[in-house]
């Protein structure tokens, strides 16, 4: 159906400045201009859009800087069809992580290898074999396409996966000690990313928290004392995210081990990262691998899937047989149970797991990882130029050694040599603090934002995790410093 008109059609309300005034909407959506925005975005859409903008243009001050040319239809057009794309544009996008953390918990962690992305795909295209055993030509595991990789790669008797790691520890707990008791040190109570608290989570499996020792000392004997009959196991937390210096004691894995064995317990590693392979290799500092946790005497070991892994949210558990059956067997099971895409990509990176040797090529936080100083001063090199000519009398750009981390929980205090941009403003003193936040927020809002870190009064941009350089260069241009920023005079 035509759209119906108040006003006369045809001529466009131009040329007339005393009477100046927005169309009405009947008028800017009878435009040619807008058949083609009806076309994509539906009527409904381009009706709410134009009104929005006509809104806009009638507030006294927009009205009072309004020219002919405001009202065009063309300029109209161009307005309604930029909030459409702008409504239109995904809420979760791709952005450039710069800030020097490579797993970085709120920008999505582990970016994931290609075979894994091809694995999504597949899974998201197709039926897949999920739960279904095609030698046998009958119902299946949806674990079993994980659980040969993992015993294979660490040893362990028997594995599982849920949704992360929080729920690995939730479902372990929550099978192995409801309504029991699980002992755990005062110095390993970590509270990681703001949300996952050890003892929060173990009160919400059902289990209670038997605390020993002191927030800087445990020691075996604090332990051997708290273990009674209602004990079900005895828990350790890898203490990621911080360190205590200083006069500090913890016992030792294998020691906790023989003393839960000697008991008729299980002891339960909570390894947060857990690596799968030794990081030494490339020259990064060490994190306790999932092998070690199970060799020094662990039965349960949890590890997350989107840390040093590499991989997509995931939690996993590995241990012996008859702890991972029961913990198959909890309903809760299936509320914590990982989706078919996460399951594909899983599996993909697991497997590449299978070649070490080429891993650093092919596992994409590995790569970032283990990027060295020289191949990012190149980059820096490359760019310090390209960004200085478009930040040209305002902000001085110097190339910069700094220090990324990991993230995620693995130790904060290793850090690895790295290679940034520190951008300064122009100006000193009154104005560089207003300089330095417009100079953020328009990284920001570029078509990929552009996220740093700030620190010692410079906008430092890491450039370990850049591997997309054209990308960056491209978008340059659309740079857009806002009207806050000190200026400077130019000289
Ligand atoms: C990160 C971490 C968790 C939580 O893992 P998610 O996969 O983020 O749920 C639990 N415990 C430890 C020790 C961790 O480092």
Known sequence: MPPTTTDAQGAPPTGSDSTLR?????????????????????????????????????????????????????????????????????????????????????????????????????????????????????????????????????????????????????????????????????????????????????????????????????????????????????????????????FTAAVAQPDLAELAHRHGLPLMVDLGSGALVALERWGLPHEPTTQEALRDGADLVTISGDKLLGGPQAGILLGRRGLIEQIRRNPLKRALRLDKLRLAALEAVLRLYRDPDHLDERLPTLRLLARKPGELEAVAARLAPLLQAQLAGRYVVAVARCESQVGSGARPSDRLPSVGLAIRPAVRGRGAGGALESLTAALRELPVPVIGRVAEGALLLDLRCLEDEPTFVRQLGALRIGQSSARAEPP
Request: aromatic share 2%; net charge neutral.
């Open 22 to 246: 927005p169309p009405s909407v009947d008028r800017v959506l009878s435009h040619a201009a807008l058949q083609a925005l009806i076309a994509t975005h539906g009527r409904t859409e381009v009706l709410e859009a134009t009104r929005a903008v006509l809104a806009e243009l009638r507030t006294p001050a927009a009205r009072a800087g309004a020219s002919p040319r405001s009202y065009a239809p063309e300029a109209l057009a161009g307005s309604i069809g930029a909030r459409l794309a702008a409504r239109d544009r995904p809420g979760l996008r791709r952005v450039f992580n710069l800030t020097g953390t490579v797993l970085h918990t709120n920008l999505g962690r582990a970016p994931l290898p290609e075979s894994a992305i091809a694995g999504l795909e597949l899974a998201a295209r197709h039926p897949t074999n999920l739960e279904y055993d095609l030698g046998e030509g009958r119902r299946g595991e949806r674990d079993e396409l994980v659980e040969e990789l993992l015993r294979e790669l660490t040893g362990a008797e028997a594995a599982t996966v849920v949704n992360n790691n929080a729920a690995a520890v939730l479902l372990a707990l929550n099978t192995l000690a409801l309504r029991k008791e699980a002992i755990v040190s005062r110095g390993e109570l970590v509270e990681i990313g703001g949300s996952f608290r050890i003892p929060d989570v173990m009160a919400r499996a059902g289990a209670k928290l038997h605390e020993v020792g002191t927030t800087n000392r445990t020691h075996l004997r604090d332990y051997a004392e708290a273990i009674g009959p209602r004990t079900r196991l005895l828990l350790k937390v890898h203490t990621s995210n911080y360190e205590v210096h200083g």
